[in-house]
Nanobody
Framework: QVQLVESGGGLVQAGGSLRLSCAAS????????MGWFRQAPGKEREFVAAISWNRGRTYYADSVKGRFTISKDNAKNTVALQMNSLKPEETGVYYCAANAGTGYATAGGYDYWGQGTQVTVSS
């Protein structure tokens, strides 16, 4: 089993920045990707960014390219998401996820999820 705990959420004005962190514990060696998803009120959970655990290759949703950066520290089993130029429509609960498959952009491809951290962007 893998346990994931997110932190770093909060309230920020439009155009501001936040850095989210995800701490993983348990047997994480079988994970292929670590990903970030978000879910706004009344909407489906959507892909934000992912990183391959071994190679460090990054993937982003088109809507966040150039503004968000995902990174990892294998030794500490942590993943971070730096979010810049935040928009009000990006308000929601942000989740960290881990999987042992080959996919990265679909929520159903992930096996483990954190409890989420709230991000609120005001205008």
């Amino acid at each position: 089993q893998v346990q994931l705990v997110e932190s770093g959420g909060g309230l920020v004005q439009a155009g501001g920045s936040l850095r989210l962190s995800c701490a993983a514990s348990g047997r994480t060696s079988s994970s292929v990707y670590m990903g970030w998803f978000r879910q706004a009120p009344g909407k489906e959970r959507e892909f934000v960014a992912a990183i391959s655990w071994n190679r460090g290759r990054t993937y982003y949703a088109d809507s966040v390219k150039g503004r968000f950066t995902i990174s990892k520290d294998n030794a500490k089993n942590t993943v971070a998401l730096q979010m810049n130029s935040l928009k009000p429509e990006e308000t929601g609960v942000y989740y960290c996820a881990a999987n042992a498959g080959t996919g990265y952009a679909t929520a159903g491809g992930y096996d483990y999820w954190g409890q989420g951290t709230q991000v609120t962007v005001s205008s």
